[in-house]
C-alpha cells in the first residue's frame, strides 16, 4: 500500500524511493498499478460479514483513471512522464484557479502543458 501511496504521490522525476519518481514508460508504474487493481479485489475486511472495504473501489476507480489519463496523454501529446502529485485535488484546485487567472477561457492544451512540466 505504502508504494501505491507513492505512484500518486510522485513530484520530482527521479527518486530513490520505490514508485516515487513521475510516471513514464520505463518507470514500472504502469505494471504496479495494473497489478495492484488485480489484487485490490482480494482484500475483505475482517469483520464477521468479511465486505470489502469501499475505499479499495475507489482505489480502483483511480487506478483506473490513472491508466486511462496515461493513455491519453501518450496518444494526444506525446508526454514523456507524469508527476502524479499534480492530480491531487488541492493541486488541481490551485493550478485550475491559476490558469484561470491568467486566462479568459483556458483551453485542454493548457492545462496539459502545466501539468507534464
Do not use: Y
Not at 510516471?23 to 489484487?39: N, P
Amino acid at each position: 500500500m505504502d508504494q501505491l501511496f507513492n505512484a500518486f504521490n510522485s513530484c520530482s522525476r527521479h527518486s530513490n524511493q520505490k514508485m516515487w519518481h513521475a510516471m513514464s514508460l520505463t518507470s514500472g508504474h504502469i505494471e504496479f498499478v495494473e497489478a495492484t487493481r488485480q489484487w485490490l479485489p482480494t482484500l475483505h475486511s475482517k469483520s464477521k460479514k468479511g465486505d470489502k472495504r469501499p475505499c479499495m473501489e475507489d482505489w480502483q476507480i483511480a487506478i483506473n483513471s490513472l491508466l486511462m489519463l496515461w493513455e491519453d496523454l501518450q496518444k494526444t501529446q506525446e508526454v514523456k512522464f507524469l508527476r502524479t502529485s499534480g492530480l491531487n485535488q488541492d493541486c488541481v484546485e490551485n493550478l485550475s484557479s491559476t490558469i484561470r487567472g491568467h486566462r479568459d477561457n483556458p483551453v485542454r492544451k493548457s492545462f496539459v502543458k502545466v501539468c507534464a512540466r
